[in-house]
């Protein structure tokens, strides 16, 4: 079945520094793939999403490219600033019978001024 | 404002009392379902609707029932909590579920069962 892995948390960075959260997938068709993000005390939001290979999903300064030959979409941002600080999670959709959304376990950033 | 809420956001019960979470969105989406996160394990599906009165089982449906008697509405219904049910719960919605879709999230119920 469908899976996401994402890299294991938590992740503390100072204000300013580059984010990589990385993220793999193994599925089978073509999924579109999402980056949520949950701050604290509040449910999940879209943070940014790709729907084909090569597609570049971008918002609020982090990008993450879906790459189909290494079954990965990865997500950046070259400055974090404190207000960036919650969970992120890599999710997939492959538009099957449950319609579902696949999620990785979450990954929690803190961002230190 | 677009959105999907959930009540009560903070509840403790005890072993056998059934209780009811609401969710409700005012989106005019066909596409419901309820999510469960636990800590390491993400989010998983408990149970999904496609439309008015179509319901149907996601992976972890167990010790859960729901309904959609209403397009607005899809409420979660633990009939005789137990404490592995302890966990935070959350409603989403989408036009039709499709691969593309982008789900809105509710809040989130956070439920303790003792």
């Known amino acids: 079945g469908d899976s996401v892995t994402q890299m294991e948390g938590p992740v503390t960075l100072s204000e300013e520094a580059f984010l990589t959260i990385n993220c793999t997938y193994t599925?089978?068709?073509?999924?579109?793939l999402f980056w949520y993000v949950q701050y604290p005390g509040e449910g999940l939001q879209l943070l940014l999403k790709?729907?084909?290979?090569?597609d570049k999903g971008s918002n609020k300064g982090f990008e993450a490219t879906y790459r189909k030959e290494t079954t990965s979409f990865h997500l950046e941002k070259g400055s974090v600033q404190v207000s960036d600080s919650a969970v992120y999670f890599c999710a997939l959709s492959d538009g099957g019978s449950a319609r579902q959304l696949t999620f990785g376990s979450g990954t929690q950033l803190t961002v230190l001024p | 404002e677009a959105q999907v809420t959930q009540n009560p956001r903070y509840l403790i019960t005890v072993t056998g009392k059934k209780l009811t979470v609401t969710c409700s969105q005012n989106?005019?989406?066909?596409?419901m379902s309820w999510y469960r996160q636990d800590p390491g394990l993400g989010l998983r599906q408990i149970y999904y609707s496609m439309n008015v009165e179509v319901t149907d089982k996601g992976d972890v449906p167990e010790g859960y029932k729901v309904s959609r008697k209403e397009k607005r509405n899809f409420p979660l219904i633990l009939e005789s909590p137990s404490p592995n049910q302890t966990s935070l719960y959350f409603c989403?919605?989408?036009?039709?579920?499709?691969?593309?879709?982008?789900?809105?999230f509710g809040p989130g119920t956070r439920l303790t069962v003792l």
């Open positions: 989403a919605s989408s036009w039709t579920g499709g691969r593309t879709d982008t789900q809105y």
């Open positions: 599925a089978t068709g073509y999924p579109s």
């Open positions: 989106m005019n989406h066909e596409y």
């Open positions: 790709a729907t084909k290979a090569d």
